[in-house]
């Protein structure tokens, strides 16, 4: 239909079109010349006059099946895929769960007893009385215990695929932190360690308390490092604690490989990312070749890649536990670095560029009264008496 409008268009004088009669006929040409398609379009054996004679989809199950054969069906065209797949051949490859294995629990069992608690709780009187009088407190505790056991691990999971913690950590691979790690640098929630909250240098000064879950006689080692923070090699880590053979959940009982030291993100780079990880041993491992000399001020010894210490004790280290919090500078990282690292302080600023000014013109037409200030010499701005 629209070869015929523009063959039926073609015959038409110029003067009528508003346009001369060779780019009319070139335009025509160039129309007749398009290929065709090399096979069926999307939705072309559709007859969109007769909708009405079109199954319908009786169910969403129906519907749903349907769009995933329709998904999976090669196409002759190239694909966004393709184009993505071709540029970076790693896009949408299969990664590696290198974690603790999950046990899925039995969805039965969960819906008996979620059951029998709404029983439980429809005979208790008092909770119904304080539910009605609105007094009836959550117990936050049994909650965050919950969803801990539950849902939890996957959340934070995500929130470590949002943060890029497994991308730069551990390329092409990732684990579910099915153990719950619970850092406080302080008495109080302040300097709590969540997935991704922020704390300052000075909060995060000191040695910080740590509690987690742990089976009688298990071996653990526990990581602290920045991906955020080398000065040289953008691929390289600075580790801040390193801690092997720790029995139970005791960590000052295990064996301190590497001390700790405080954050010192440098000024003018933003916010860094610093990150607990917690691996599960086999059995006793042997850390002579990652200790560090005690005490380790060398910027130098503390380069540090997790996923080559990973790679190393692969056999006998499993990651079960994540957590990691965000920092930036403050007056406590000038102190790290004059006195516990013994150097100068790299300060980094923005260099902006120059101001663009268009070349001056004759006429200005349009343009301020000032605007032959933009092209006097000197650096200061005289603009005159108007």
């Known amino acids: 239909m629209a070869l015929r409008t523009v063959c039926a268009a073609t015959l038409r004088s110029g003067t009528d079109l508003g346009v001369n009669n060779a780019r009319t006929l070139v335009t025509t040409a160039f129309l007749c010349r398009r290929a065709r398609p090399l096979g069926p379009m999307p939705n072309q054996e559709i007859d969109h006059k007769n909708l009405e004679s079109l199954e319908k989809y009786r169910s969403y199950g129906r519907y749903f099946k349907h769009a ?41 069992k969960e819906l008996v007893k979620r059951r029998q608690v709404m029983k439980d709780n429809k005979k208790n009187i008092e909770l119904e009385r304080a539910t009605r009088l609105r007094t009836f407190k959550i117990p936050l505790d049994q909650v965050q215990e919950v969803w801990a056991k539950s849902s939890g691990p996957f959340d934070i999971m995500r929130l470590a695929e949002h943060y890029g913690v497994f991308r730069d950590l551990f390329p092409m691979a990732y684990f579910l932190p099915q153990v719950s790690l619970h850092i406080s640098y302080s008495q109080d929630n302040s300097g709590q360690v969540y997935y991704g909250n922020r704390l300052t240098p000075t909060e ?15 071996l653990w080692t526990l990581l ?74 060398s910027l130098m010894d503390r380069t540090f890649k997790t996923v080559d ?14 957590a990691f919090f965000q920092c930036q500078w403050d007056e406590s990282v000038t102190n790290t670095f004059h006195n516990t690292l013994n150097m100068r302080e790299p300060v980094f600023e923005f260099i902006w560029p120059p101001v663009y000014h268009p070349p001056q013109v004759k006429f200005p037409h349009g343009q301020p009264l000032r605007y032959l200030d933009r092209y006097r010499d000197g650096k200061e701005h005289t603009y005159g008496i108007y």
Request: glycine fraction near 8%.
């Open 68 to 108: 995933e054969e329709a998904k999976n069906k090669p196409a002759w065209w190239k694909t966004y895929r393709g184009y993505v797949e071709k540029a970076d051949p790693e896009h949408g490859a299969e990664r590696v769960d290198i974690g603790l294995p999950y046990c899925q629990p039995s969805r039965t």
């Open 204 to 218: 995060a000064a000191s040695v910080p308390q740590i509690r987690f879950d742990a089976e009688e006689g298990s």
């Open 224 to 297: 602290l490092t920045c991906p955020d923070e080398h000065l040289l090699d953008n691929e390289a880590e600075y580790i801040h604690w390193l801690v092997g053979n720790i029995p139970g959940g005791a960590v000052q009982a295990g064996e301190e490989l590497c001390h700790y030291l405080p954050p010192f993100p440098a000024r003018g780079t933003g916010f860094h990312r610093y990150i607990y990880v917690l691996f599960k041993q086999e059995g006793p491992v042997n850390f002579q070749e990652d200790a560090r000399p005690s005490p380790c001020h």
């Open 309 to 322: 210490f990973y790679r190393k004790h692969q056999d006998h280290l499993t990651p079960a536990g994540l």
